[in-house]
């Protein structure tokens, strides 16, 4: 009972009850250094709870399946129903499948050198992430962007290389006097004071969208994804990211967060309430040292028939 009273020890067995991993993995998913994941192994190793393998240079922890007894084999069965559906385990879950996607493509890579060689060489070359900048050029180039809650531009900005005219809005002076220093070389970016929940762009006056990083701040996002139907055209795409459940109760303090992330059904409903239809959400992959919660991205479309350049509506 001991052992298991600590949420991060009982974390590490929910995590190794579903696959073998290293420290390192470890150290990854429960976003902890190397040593707090060393001694929580340690001590549920002394207790018979983890068992470990040593696989060429590595050593692999995982759930001991045997040696426990019963009644410890109940114990664990009544603290994982308490403990599963904690956000922070529920995070560490997402976090899990990265590790395993990441490790399936090493091995696809050893398995079949040369597909393992050219990702190899195409990120040596030329970077891990170009093909996302790439991919802005499938935006229509005489689309209107809106970025709301823009904050220092980033989106903006890469928004900028491939749309006719971007409208960033943000409450805050000086997260736009940021913004005004970033963007300064693009002549189609247009930043305009202004709060989400009323925001200062026409009906209708969007083709796309994005928010990012900024509904958790509001206490009501219900206005504000109404406001961003109100500017989009009909048919327009609205893109939001933000985080999924957590239970960083801090970020309240630090970072003003009123929301500790979104369940998927919530925001399903947030976005059809305030007027989209094609609601589509996924769970974005995290980078390997990101220290935050888990992403998600929202892709909606402002319902209404769209109508082509002609005036004809589009069926
Ligand atoms: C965490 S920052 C994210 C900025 C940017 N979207 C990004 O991805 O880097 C949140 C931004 O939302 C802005 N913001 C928060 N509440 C707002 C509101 N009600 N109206 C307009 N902007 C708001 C803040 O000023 C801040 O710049």
Redesign the pocket.
């Given at each position: 009972m001991g052992v298991l009273g600590d949420l991060t020890r009982t974390r590490i067995l929910l995590l190794l009850e579903r696959q073998e991993l290293t420290v390192a993995e470890l150290c990854q998913i429960l976003q902890a250094p190397q040593s707090t994941v060393s001694r929580h192994l340690k001590a549920l190793g002394d207790a018979d709870w983890v068992a470990s393998r040593a696989e060429a240079t590595s050593r692999l922890y995982s759930l001991a399946r045997e040696g426990i007894d019963p009644d410890a084999r109940r114990l664990w069965q009544l603290v994982r129903t308490q403990v599963a559906d904690v956000a922070t385990a529920v995070q560490d879950g997402h976090r899990l499948d990265d590790v395993l996607t990441r490790r399936r493509s090493r091995s696809q890579e050893f398995f079949s050198s040369t597909a393992g060689q050219w990702d190899r060489v195409r990120a040596e070359l030329f970077g891990q992430s170009f093909h996302w900048q790439a991919l802005l050029g499938l935006l229509d180039t005489e689309w209107v962007v809106g970025?709301?809650?823009?904050?220092?531009g980033?989106?903006a900005e890469a928004l900028a290389s491939s749309a006719a005219q971007v409208i960033a809005?943000?409450?805050?002076p000086a997260?736009l006097q940021a913004a005004r220093r970033r963007l300064r070389g693009c002549a189609n970016v247009d930043l305009r004071r202004?709060?989400?929940?009323a925001l200062p762009i026409d009906d209708a006056a969007l083709d796309a969208a994005t928010?990012?990083?900024?509904l958790h701040?509001?206490p009501e996002p219900g206005p504000?994804l109404a406001e961003a139907a109100r500017v989009l055209k009909p048919g327009g795409r609205l893109l939001v990211?933000d985080m999924l459940p957590h239970d960083r109760e801090t970020y309240r303090q630090q970072?003003g967060h009123v929301w500790l992330g979104f369940p998927e059904e919530e925001m399903h409903c947030l976005l059809t309430s305030a007027g989209f239809d094609n609601v589509r959400i996924r769970a974005l992959p995290s980078d390997a040292d990101a220290q935050g919660p888990a992403l998600f991205a929202a892709a909606a479309r402002r319902r209404g028939r769209a109508r082509s350049q002609n005036g004809k509506r589009n069926h």
């Open positions: 970025d709301l809650g823009c904050g220092t980033q989106t809005v943000d409450d805050s997260m202004g709060r989400l929940e928010c990012v990083l900024v701040h509001l504000a990211v970072m």
